[in-house]
């Protein structure tokens, strides 16, 4: 997906808020949430690693506060995960019931989360092989 002019950003904002900019509706939603919750779980495997990785030392030193940063984001990050478990699955249910609809989200919000994909996409084909 080429970036030019923010074109493929453009392009996903109008799809994802709909011809009559209604907002995001439930299907792409979920998709998103999925999407996130999945990254949101890799990037924790990520620190996790990263801490081990790190040998111990002072806690004035950069090692050691850099050691109980991840610490502290790793707990927070994973009482988040436990409670956004199954979020997605809740919405569609909620969608169900009549309860939610459309969901209105900043064009920007969605223009931003568009190119960080299609960036990610550059990066894997600027990988070595």
């Known amino acids: 997906m080429s970036l030019e002019d923010g ?6 904002v109008d799809a994802a808020l709909g ?9 792409e939603l979920s998709w998103l949430l999925e999407r996130t919750y999945e990254w949101g779980s890799f990037r924790l495997r990520l ?4 801490q081990k990785a790190v040998d111990r030392a002072d ?3 950069a090692v050691g506060q850099l050691k109980g ?3 502290n984001l790793i707990i927070m990050q994973t009482r988040i995960r436990e409670r956004e478990g199954g979020l997605a699955e809740m919405l569609r249910q909620a969608e ?3 309860a939610v609809g459309p969901v209105m989200v900043e064009a920007d919000d969605l ?4 190119e960080s994909v299609a960036g990610a996409s550059g990066h894997f084909g600027d990988a070595p092989a």
């Open 111 to 114: 223009r931003a989360f568009a």
């Open 59 to 61: 806690d004035d030193s």
């Open 69 to 71: 940063a991840l610490t």
């Open 19 to 27: 011809s009559d900019g209604a907002g995001i509706g439930v299907d």
């Open 47 to 50: 620190l996790a690693a990263l």
């Open 96 to 98: 169900a019931e009549s």
């Open 7 to 12: 074109d493929a950003g453009d392009r996903y």
